[in-house]
């Protein structure tokens, strides 16, 4: 099983995509409650040059609030993770999600279990919609 769902987009720059992505998961019910500029991040700490990648910390709310009913100890798997990078060849930016399903198989709780589906299945459809 895989951890994430990845799609590559072209003809399409990168803040194009970062937004086409955020109204794609505003539409599944996600709102953005992080978002970290890698590129940013290493040239400021490290002084290094990094591709546009960019972390956006993703959560539906409703559903972030029945895994931690389920299972009190879940935020530490929260939010989930969807990144938005520019492709090693310059020719496209691909957008890839976490699978909440293949992280959280670790917790033994079969009612986080389906809500981690509901997840994996909304934020398979944002990638696929791209």
Same mark, same amino acid.
């Given at each position: 099983?895989?951890?994430?769902?990845?799609?590559?987009?072209?003809?399409?720059?990168?803040?194009?995509?970062?937004?086409?992505?955020?109204?794609?998961?505003?539409?599944?019910?996600?709102?953005?409650?992080?978002?970290?500029?890698?590129?940013?991040?290493?040239?400021?700490?490290?002084?290094?040059?990094?591709?546009?990648?960019?972390?956006? @910390?993703?959560?539906?709310?409703?559903?972030?609030?029945?895994?931690?009913?389920?299972?009190?100890?879940?935020?530490?798997?929260?939010?989930?993770?969807?990144?938005?990078?520019?492709? @090693?060849?310059?020719? @496209?930016?691909?957008?890839?999600?976490?699978?909440?399903?293949?992280?959280?198989?670790?917790?033994?709780?079969?009612?986080?279990?389906?809500?981690?589906?509901?997840?994996?299945?909304?934020?398979?459809?944002?990638?696929?919609?791209?």
């Amino acid at each position: 099983m895989s951890y994430y769902f990845a799609k590559t987009l072209s003809g399409k720059s990168f803040n194009d995509v970062i937004v086409q992505v955020t109204d794609a998961l505003k539409d599944e019910g996600f709102g953005i409650l992080t978002e970290i500029d890698v590129r940013a991040t290493m040239k400021k700490k490290l002084d290094q040059d990094f591709r546009d990648y960019r972390i956006l @910390g993703a959560c539906n709310p409703e559903l972030a609030h029945q895994a931690l009913q389920a299972e009190d100890k879940i935020g530490t798997m929260l939010p989930c993770n969807v990144i938005v990078q520019a492709t @090693g060849d310059g020719n @496209g930016v691909e957008v890839a999600a976490v699978d909440p399903a293949a992280s959280m198989q670790a917790v033994d709780n079969p009612e986080l279990a389906h809500i981690a589906e509901t997840v994996r299945d909304k934020l398979k459809h944002v990638i696929d919609t791209l």
